[in-house]
């Protein structure tokens, strides 16, 4: 199985400031990453899928990037609709998830 | 728009079964796979399994193999999972999601969750 690392667990910060939560896969997941958000009693939604790719609807202050065991996500200009918790997930094995970053604003 | 509604959670005693549905509207649901993930009270979240688009193919969590069973019935547009042998660990909120290809690539849209609750 291939386990999911992500950091910081929890992530303190301003409106308008630039974050960065990284994820490490044990093992090569090639491009084969998505991040999700979730707020309280929510549902996870999808915001980059391949590494990379925007979801349709995501607004362009989120980016992703990386390759095989290292990625992140970075929130460009922080917003208070961005207090969440964030999760990486591989699909290059079946899924797992990263424990998830809480971001508080 | 896709609409995910997940139903049939509930209390358990340990050992005991319960069957999870999943009703899906607002896509082809016969041309995409379909995962249950569950997210354990104030936890993370785990994959618990996937069925193929025409539900050829099934494959399972280590957590859950040989004691759940994904399946669906294209002609409802209605994904199931079957929980025997239910334990404590079992507790979570359960997902269904759409996959955003027919096979096993990554969800893309989510449902609501429903609430499984295993104790005596």
């Known amino acids: 199985d291939i386990q999911m690392t992500q950091s910081p667990s929890n992530l303190s910060a301003s409106v308008g400031d630039r974050v960065t939560i990284t994820c490490r896969a044990s093992?090569?997941?090639?491009?084969?990453l998505a991040w999700y958000q979730q707020k309280p009693g929510k549902a996870p939604r999808l915001l980059i899928y391949?590494?990379?790719t925007l979801e349709s609807g995501v607004p362009s202050r989120f980016s992703g990037s990386g390759s095989e065991t290292g990625f992140a996500l970075t929130i460009s200009s922080l917003q208070p609709d961005d207090s969440a918790t964030y999760y990486c997930?591989?699909?290059?094995?079946?899924?797992?998830f990263g424990r998830g970053t809480k971001v508080e604003i | 728009q896709v609409q995910l509604v997940e139903s049939g959670g509930g209390v358990v005693q340990p050992g005991g079964s319960l069957r999870l549905s999943c009703a899906a509207s607002?896509?082809?649901?016969?041309?995409?796979?379909m995962h249950w993930v569950r997210q354990l009270p104030g936890k993370g979240l785990e994959w618990v399994a996937v069925?193929?688009?025409?539900?050829?193919?099934?494959y399972y969590g280590d957590s859950v193999k040989g004691r759940f069973s994904i399946s669906r019935d294209n002609s409802k547009n209605t994904l199931f999972l079957q929980m025997n042998g239910l334990r404590a660990d079992d507790t979570a909120v359960y997902y269904c999601?759409?996959?955003?290809?027919?096979?096993?690539?990554?969800?893309?849209?989510w449902g609501q969750g429903t609430l499984v609750t295993v104790s005596s």
């Open positions: 999601a759409k996959d955003r290809f027919d096979s096993s690539g990554f969800p893309d849209r």
């Open positions: 607002g896509f082809t649901f016969n041309r995409h796979g």
């Open positions: 069925i193929w688009h025409d539900g050829s193919t099934t």
């Open positions: 093992q090569s997941v090639n491009k084969w």
């Open positions: 391949k590494t990379s």
């Open positions: 997930q591989q699909y290059s094995d079946f899924l797992s």
